[in-house]
């Protein structure tokens, strides 16, 4: 599943776990050059910019980070409200789901204002990760290339590229950074379903991803 953005894989996770956050059903162990994910629309149109925050009756969690933990969002304003609002609240899990590792809670309540079901359960477990690790993310992380549609079922599909050249592991006992080399599996690719719930969020239910990606490569 996010968020990307930050590695792990100088310590003991696996390859697939490092760098992104998957969520069940994820596939980073596709064949190599194959770019397809299962639920991405990527013939949807490009989308808006998250700078737009919502209207809905929901109050949001205040996202706090360390300031070393930052983000460069290049998803583009399209001056559509519904798709706008997609976006900001998909911005805002991302960011979530760093805070709860930087505040070491496998159950922030933030990441879990903006996602459910597999979604929310494959961060609990990217988190916990990081907390039995002792160590949380740093650096930039750039998103990118989204696409964005909004279904006649009430869901919107949105993929998306990330970049985590530029993310590492801080381990929190040494503050140490594992600075390490970028390769074409810093670029990961994300689809993920969205549905507004009672309150006018947009959760994310479902998200997948695949490290590697022609479509994400700079």
């Given at each position: 599943?996010?968020?990307?953005?930050?590695?792990?894989?100088?310590?003991?996770?696996?390859?697939?776990?490092?760098?992104?956050?998957?969520?069940c059903g994820s596939d980073d162990d596709s064949p190599e050059g194959n770019d397809k994910i299962a639920?991405?629309?990527?013939?949807?149109?490009?989308?808006?910019?998250?700078?737009?925050?919502?209207?809905?009756?929901?109050?949001?969690?205040?996202?706090?980070?360390?300031?070393?933990?930052?983000?460069?969002?290049?998803?583009?304003?399209?001056?559509?409200?519904?798709?706008?609002?997609?976006?900001?609240?998909?911005?805002?899990?991302?960011?979530?789901?760093?805070?709860?590792?930087?505040?070491?809670?496998?159950?922030?309540?933030?990441?879990?204002?903006?996602?459910?079901?597999?979604a929310a359960a494959g961060s609990e477990t990217y988190i916990k990760e990081f907390v039995d690790h002792?160590?949380?993310?740093?650096?930039?992380?750039?998103?990118y290339n989204e696409s964005l549609s909004i279904k006649d079922n009430g869901t919107a599909a949105l993929?998306?590229?990330?970049?985590?050249?530029?993310?590492?592991?801080?381990?929190?006992?040494?503050?140490?950074?594992?600075?390490?080399?970028?390769?074409?599996?810093?670029?990961?690719?994300?689809?993920?379903?969205?549905?507004?719930?009672?309150?006018?969020?947009?959760?994310?239910?479902?998200?997948?991803?695949?490290?590697?990606?022609?479509?994400?490569?700079?």
């Amino acid at each position: 599943m996010n968020r990307r953005p930050t590695l792990l894989a100088a310590i003991t996770l696996t390859a697939a776990a490092a760098l992104t956050l998957s969520a069940c059903g994820s596939d980073d162990d596709s064949p190599e050059g194959n770019d397809k994910i299962a639920g991405a629309d990527t013939g949807g149109e490009k989308s808006a910019s998250p700078s737009a925050l919502a209207s809905s009756s929901a109050e949001r969690p205040k996202i706090e980070l360390p300031s070393d933990v930052t983000y460069k969002f290049e998803w583009k304003k399209t001056g559509d409200p519904e798709k706008d609002a997609v976006l900001s609240d998909a911005e805002q899990r991302i960011k979530a789901v760093d805070m709860a590792i930087a505040e070491q809670d496998p159950l922030h309540e933030a990441y879990r204002f903006y996602s459910e079901g597999t979604a929310a359960a494959g961060s609990e477990t990217y988190i916990k990760e990081f907390v039995d690790h002792k160590a949380r993310t740093t650096g930039l992380t750039r998103y990118y290339n989204e696409s964005l549609s909004i279904k006649d079922n009430g869901t919107a599909a949105l993929v998306y590229c990330e970049d985590q050249s530029k993310a590492f592991n801080k381990f929190l006992k040494t503050g140490k950074t594992d600075v390490t080399p970028v390769t074409k599996d810093s670029y990961v690719i994300y689809a993920g379903t969205l549905r507004q719930n009672k309150n006018g969020v947009w959760v994310t239910e479902t998200l997948t991803s695949q490290r590697g990606s022609a479509k994400c490569q700079p």
